[in-house]
């Protein structure tokens, strides 16, 4: 099964897993677990504080990784991903 990971800070937790929905994906043991899937995909991801230059704040980063024995399937998942996570403020 083929990998691809991205890193994303400073959005919360119940929005990545709001967009991972829009994109299909559902919990996959538990509803709280680091981990969903759906058809043909798996995603699972892992959370860390990452201190700011200048160490004034910190974000909390998710280091998230989109699996799929479907190459194809696996950029489109992750391409759409990233368009939602772009988005603009407000």
Do not use: C, N
């Amino acid at each position: 099964m083929a990998g691809s990971h991205v890193s994303i800070r400073g959005l919360p937790e119940w929005l990545i897993r709001d967009y991972l929905t829009a994109l299909g994906a559902r919990s996959a043991v538990l509803p709280d677990a680091p981990r969903m899937q759906a058809d043909g995909w798996t995603v699972s991801w892992s959370s860390r504080s990452i201190l700011m230059p200048g160490g004034a704040f910190s974000l909390t980063q998710f280091d998230i990784v989109f699996e799929s024995a479907a190459p194809d399937l696996l950029a489109s998942i992750k391409e759409a991903f990233l368009k939602k996570v772009q988005r603009g403020g407000g």
